[in-house]
């Protein structure tokens, strides 16, 4: 089975501009949880999708949001980014919501200048 | 919030040794997870560990879950070059959500 893939890996954005990532699962996985990695704050929890429908979100903006589509597919956007945006996004699919088995993809590196 | 501290924050060690790596919180976790990330990649699951007093062994990994379910330790015997990278551990609520501890960066010198 292929694993997580996260498009794009890499992304240079301007403060206030907006921004879109993806992440599609492994097949099958209908979860899809989205992380923010920084060395400062380590990996924070941002939002879970299952089924098209967000089932938990951790304390962040409302800036950040997120869709799931019907084959699994997520996108996270971010607008009117800051600089302290700048980090590693995570995504990791599950076969189910709330499965202790989630599958980490590569990641989208994004750095805001 | 639950915090998860982790001890040390980076070790570096020489090939052949041994070491351990300490989790813990004030929080009580319905299961508790090691994952390993390498440079440039994400992390990649280890363990779970689910039952108090739990211990698991992966090779030369053993996994601990202290019995009132707030730590854990990871203890690596002999280690080699490849066990280097960053040790995460994460601590599951009764929702199954996700809260990570603060990383602890191994390097293993050949």
């Known amino acids: 089975k292929a694993g997580v893939t996260q498009t794009p890996r890499y992304l240079i954005k301007t403060r206030g501009q907006q921004v879109t990532l993806s992440c599609s699962p492994i097949s099958g996985h209908r979860s899809v949880s989205w992380y923010q990695q920084t060395p400062g704050q380590g990996l924070q929890f941002l939002f879970e999708?299952?089924?098209?429908?967000?089932?938990n979100k951790g304390n962040f903006p409302g800036r950040f949001s997120g869709r799931q589509f019907s084959n699994s597919r997520s996108e996270m956007n971010v607008s009117t980014l800051e600089l302290g945006d700048s980090a590693l996004y995570l995504c990791?699919?599950?076969?189910?919501?709330?499965?202790?088995?989630?599958?980490f993809g590569p990641g989208t590196r994004l750095t805001v200048t | 919030t639950q915090l998860l501290e982790q001890s040390p924050q980076f070790l570096s060690i020489q090939e052949g040794e041994n070491l351990t790596v300490y989790c813990n919180s004030s929080s009580v976790f319905s299961s508790l997870q090691w994952y390993r990330q390498e440079p440039g990649e994400g992390p990649v699951l280890l363990v779970t560990?689910?039952?108090?007093?739990e211990v698991k062994k992966l090779k030369r990994l053993t996994f601990q879950f202290g019995d009132a379910r707030k730590d854990s330790s990871l203890h690596i015997t002999a280690a080699q070059p490849g066990d280097t990278g960053l040790y995460l551990c994460a601590g599951a609520n009764t929702g199954n959500q996700f809260y990570f501890g603060t990383g602890t960066s191994l390097t293993v010198i050949p």
């Open positions: 990791a699919s599950s076969q189910t919501s709330g499965s202790r088995e989630q599958y």
């Open positions: 560990v689910v039952t108090g007093g």
């Open positions: 999708y299952f089924s098209e429908t967000q089932r």
